[in-house]
């Protein structure tokens, strides 16, 4: 899927999860719900790091570029070393390594391991790199037009401003970690979910995807998951546009009216 069709995946995928966790009786905060969606919002473009032509590659400029590059060696250098008899040849590293459950698991769990060693910096990190993709993916029209600079202050500013009301006490800081020192582990948690929200949508799609690498299937080990072909679109196409996003922001939708209790 493209970049909007993803995030907005992302995002009604995290108010999905606050409605469930509300059901279950672990209520998320309105700024946890609100900086979650932001956050899985996204963390579902982080896959295409291995991609150069993706929004993440653009989103920082030289330093994601350089960073696509060597994710993309990366990916292809692991692609190569445990391909099995079934899987195809490549010359590249794009819907690899990172379009799989084991990455959005260690990238997840980085990202709290980072806010639990980092403190506030740490978290203030995590927020920016994550609140500028959701604008470049929620706000791709006005991101397209505007500077990379004035992305990255808005990016900034909300991750100081957002890192300020959840420090506040009930706001939650310390959702479903209440043990001292574990506040903002759960940070991990949205970022794990919208990297699987991305490899689902692109398993929707023409090429399917390889998430449970390193799993065998039959003689692949990168085996791409996906519906039956028939039931496959191309990244773009209307029945992303048109049907799929529409889905989304609805869902999102109910899952926010659920979570923060409203009927």
């Known amino acids: 899927m493209m970049g909007p069709a993803h995030s907005l995946s992302g995002a009604a995928a995290w108010l999905g999860v606050g409605a469930a966790a509300t059901a279950a009786g672990y209520t998320m905060p309105w700024p946890v719900l609100v900086v979650g969606a932001l956050i899985c919002a996204g963390a579902a473009l982080a896959p295409d790091l291995d991609h150069k032509a993706a929004t993440i590659s653009r989103a920082f400029g030289p330093v994601s570029k350089t960073l696509c590059e060597i994710v993309d060696k990366l990916s292809y250098a692991v692609y190569k070393s445990t391909r099995k008899p079934g899987d195809p040849r490549r010359t590249g590293g794009h819907r690899t390594l990172t379009h799989t459950w084991l990455w959005a698991v260690l990238i997840g769990a980085g990202a709290s391991a980072i806010a639990y060693t980092g403190g506030r910096w740490g978290v203030l990190a995590i927020l920016f790199v994550h609140l500028v993709l959701a604008v470049e993916g929620l706000l791709w029209k006005a991101a397209r037009v505007s500077s990379d600079v004035l992305v990255w202050l808005l990016g900034a500013t909300s991750a100081w401003m957002l890192a300020g009301i959840l420090d506040q006490p009930g706001n939650g800081a310390n959702w479903l970690f ?72 609805l869902l999102g939708g109910v899952g926010a009216v659920f979570a923060l209790n409203l009927v």
């Open 178 to 249: 209440t043990d001292p020192g574990q506040e903002y582990l759960w940070l991990g948690l949205p970022i794990i979910l919208g990297a699987l929200v991305h490899d689902i949508g692109d398993a929707l799609t023409v090429s399917g995807c390889p998430i449970l690498w390193p799993i065998p299937l039959g003689r692949k080990r990168w085996y791409p998951i996906g519906p039956p072909k028939a039931m496959r679109f191309r990244a773009g196409a209307w029945v992303e546009v048109k049907v799929l996003m529409p889905v989304f922001m």
